[in-house]
């Protein structure tokens, strides 16, 4: 890693991560506040839940896709091959629930026959699957394990990234961020 430029992302990938990082957050909370609140409140809250869910699988479509013609820079020689064999698996899996919890969403509320409105610009229809509230419920118990999983997932990621940055003093942080050095 000769150059910086070698050493960071680029800034359109970090305006997919920060910006999906923070519909991911703000998503887990309105989740976790609907199932604490009323009937109707907890209505109004699925439905933006739902909507930012689209938002974030629409968004990572988008960031894969830019993904696939712009080459993440190389992991810091200072990592160790398990640190990076860790990293890589940690990012699959984040890109498989990026795009899972999402799509499970949506069809969970399609086998209970609910279309998405998406914050009342528009509505995203059911998915043509039928009528199945048992399965509805069923997939909705994964999709929240999966949500949970996420989390953790999302505290093991900042963990790294504050390794990186604070121990090994090899960029991690930086590398994400579009100000400093990496």
């Known amino acids: 890693m000769s150059t910086a430029g070698q050493s960071r992302y680029s800034g359109v990938a970090m305006a997919f991560h920060w910006i999906i ?4 957050i703000v998503n887990w909370r309105i989740a ?7 009937e109707i409140d907890e209505a109004a809250l699925v439905g933006n839940h739902k909507a930012i869910g689209i938002t974030i699988l629409v968004l990572t479509l988008g960031r894969l896709a830019w993904r696939l013609g712009h080459k993440p820079p ?4 200072t990592m ?3 640190e990076k064999a ?4 940690v990012h699959v899996v984040f890109y498989v629930m990026l795009v899972g919890l999402p799509l499970g969403g949506w069809l969970a509320g399609s086998f209970a026959g609910r279309d998405i409105s ?3 610009a528009f509505v995203i229809p059911a998915l043509p699957v039928g009528e199945n509230f048992d399965l509805a419920k069923a997939i909705i118990g994964f999709h929240k394990t999966g949500g949970e999983i996420m989390i953790y997932l999302i505290g093991l990621h900042i963990l790294g990234a504050l390794k990186h940055t604070f121990v090994d003093k090899s960029g991690g942080v930086a590398r994400m961020l579009p100000w400093g050095r990496s």
């Not at 976790?32 to 009323?38: D, G, K, R, T, W």
């Not at 190389?74 to 020689?77: E, H, L, R, S, W």
């Not at 860790?86 to 698996?89: D, E, H, M, V």
Request: no cysteine; charged share 15%; glycine share 8%.
């Open 21 to 24: 990082a923070l519909l991911v």
């Open 118 to 120: 998406y914050f009342g």
């Open 74 to 77: 190389p992991f810091p020689d």
């Open 86 to 89: 860790l990293a890589r698996t």
């Open 80 to 82: 160790a091959g398990w």
């Open 32 to 38: 976790e506040a609907a199932e604490h609140a009323s």
